[in-house]
């Protein structure tokens, strides 16, 4: 189920193809096991944003990318429950990036299709 909707959760976000390979933040998100659990986890994931002309779309790429690094964080750690959460916040993601969507530029669209396609290489990869 997660390899169907993750994929489309990035697609749908996906603008234009094509576009700038320039990176300019990192965004990390750790996640850890309880110390309940028998085994402990430590899960890092490190995205590169590249920089968009407006700061509304930086914001929105940035937030984005900790929610998909969060999202692939869960899956490795087996958390079925944090998935699960996520999983059920895309409507929310998929509106947001319309809204932020219509008012970026030709470029900053390009850069965020090449951009969504990695997320979505990342997501399938895990």
């Known amino acids: 189920m997660k390899k169907v909707i993750l994929p489309l959760l990035v697609a749908s976000l996906a603008i234009v193809s094509c ?17 309940e659990e028998t085994t402990e986890t430590k899960v890092t994931v490190t995205s590169e944003v ?16 900790a929610f ?12 079925a429950a ?3 959460e996520l999983t ?13 969507a219509a ?12 951009y969504a396609s990695k997320l979505q290489e990342r997501l399938l990869a895990k």
């Open 82 to 84: 944090k998935v699960q």
């Open 19 to 35: 576009g700038n390979n320039e990176t300019s933040e990192t965004v990390k998100v750790e996640q850890t096991t309880t110390p």
């Open 68 to 79: 998909v690094d969060e999202m692939i964080a869960a899956s490795k750690a087996g958390d």
């Open 50 to 65: 590249p920089n968009f002309s407006t700061p509304e779309a930086q914001q929105f790429a940035k937030e984005y990318t």
């Open 103 to 114: 008012k970026m530029t030709a470029e900053d669209a390009k850069l965020w299709a090449e």
């Open 88 to 100: 059920g916040r895309m409507q929310e993601w998929s509106t947001k990036a319309t809204e932020v």
